[in-house]
């Protein structure tokens, strides 16, 4: 350091060049730019050719984010009727129907531990530790209430895990190899088969909040937002065709 203007344009182009998202190349820039903060360097993206090339590659590329489709309440209920009859269903049904009700990331549900877990009587609170929103580490506590079905509550479904996997303490989602729950240090990063990870992706649970007709105060509070600009993206998805100008046109 500090880098030439030149050899950071070069390297944001190939970058571009070998298929790197937008994103992905803003976080590299954010990245050099504060080490070169840190050690007392000027930022080198202030360099005329560095603004120009990232210009055009923004141009080029697109700067809009890719958004899964909101998971639903009737997708929920369709992914617990299929699960199996076994221990690992027994543990997928309160990974599903616990990671929509309490709109947790993949990387928060693998770090609930059981004694994070408190039954209380309207249902169970959760201590996460440490989140995405959270990253000095403060904790937040999370309300779980109890379903309106037995099938999809998830408050039965922690409590049955809980019984049927016969933990006391560790990780509270484990994996599951061969009818038998892994040991407390094998917390279940892959949360069983691939179609189940890829319906709790980050946030996708949060989107139907605003179209159950939930006030903007709870779904923030529940979804541990801390910006107003994030929730307003993910309603407008929730709700592209409620009162759509377009309906209703005899097309």
């Given at each position: 350091m500090?880098?030439?203007?030149?050899?950071?344009?070069?390297?944001i182009?190939a970058?571009?060049?070998?298929?790197?998202?937008?994103?992905?190349?803003s976080?590299?820039?954010?990245?050099?730019?504060?080490?070169h903060?840190?050690a007392?360097?000027?930022?080198p993206?202030?360099a005329?050719?560095?603004?120009?090339?990232?210009?055009?590659?923004?141009?080029?590329?697109?700067?809009?984010?890719?958004q899964?489709r909101?998971?639903?309440?009737?997708?929920?209920?369709?992914?617990?009727?299929a699960?199996?009859?076994?221990?690992?269903g027994v543990?997928?049904?309160a990974?599903v129907t616990?990671?929509f009700a309490?709109?947790f990331?993949?990387s928060e549900?693998g770090a609930?531990?059981?004694?994070d877990?408190?039954?209380?009587e309207?249902?169970?609170?959760?201590m996460?530790?440490?989140?995405?929103?959270?990253?000095?580490?403060?904790?937040?506590?999370?309300?779980?209430p109890?379903?309106?079905?037995?099938?999809?509550?998830?408050?039965r479904a922690?409590?049955?895990?809980l019984?049927?996997?016969?933990?006391?303490?560790?990780?509270?989602l484990?994996g599951?190899?061969?009818g038998?729950?892994?040991?407390?240090a094998?917390?279940?990063?892959g949360?069983?088969?691939?179609g189940l990870?890829?319906?709790?992706?980050?946030?996708?649970?949060?989107?139907?909040?605003?179209?159950?007709g939930k006030?903007?105060?709870?779904?923030?509070?529940q979804?541990?937002?801390?910006?107003?600009?994030?929730?307003?993206?993910?309603?407008?998805?929730?709700?592209?065709?409620?009162?759509?100008a377009?309906a209703?046109l005899g097309?």
């Amino acid at each position: 350091m500090p880098v030439a203007p030149t050899t950071l344009a070069l390297y944001i182009s190939a970058r571009a060049s070998s298929g790197a998202k937008v994103a992905t190349l803003s976080q590299a820039l954010a990245a050099i730019g504060e080490a070169h903060r840190l050690a007392g360097h000027e930022a080198p993206m202030r360099a005329p050719v560095v603004r120009e090339t990232w210009k055009g590659i923004r141009r080029q590329l697109g700067t809009a984010q890719r958004q899964v489709r909101p998971l639903l309440a009737g997708d929920v209920c369709t992914l617990v009727a299929a699960l199996p009859a076994t221990l690992r269903g027994v543990r997928d049904r309160a990974l599903v129907t616990l990671g929509f009700a309490g709109t947790f990331r993949p990387s928060e549900l693998g770090a609930i531990g059981v004694g994070d877990v408190a039954f209380v009587e309207d249902g169970l609170t959760i201590m996460l530790r440490r989140s995405k929103g959270d990253p000095e580490g403060a904790g937040e506590t999370v309300g779980i209430p109890w379903g309106t079905s037995p099938d999809t509550c998830p408050v039965r479904a922690v409590r049955a895990w809980l019984s049927a996997s016969a933990i006391e303490e560790g990780p509270l989602l484990r994996g599951v190899v061969h009818g038998r729950v892994r040991g407390a240090a094998r917390r279940a990063r892959g949360f069983a088969s691939g179609g189940l990870q890829r319906a709790l992706a980050p946030r996708r649970a949060r989107d139907i909040r605003r179209a159950r007709g939930k006030p903007d105060r709870a779904i923030m509070c529940q979804g541990r937002w801390r910006s107003r600009a994030m929730l307003d993206r993910y309603v407008r998805d929730a709700t592209l065709f409620r009162d759509n100008a377009a309906a209703g046109l005899g097309l």
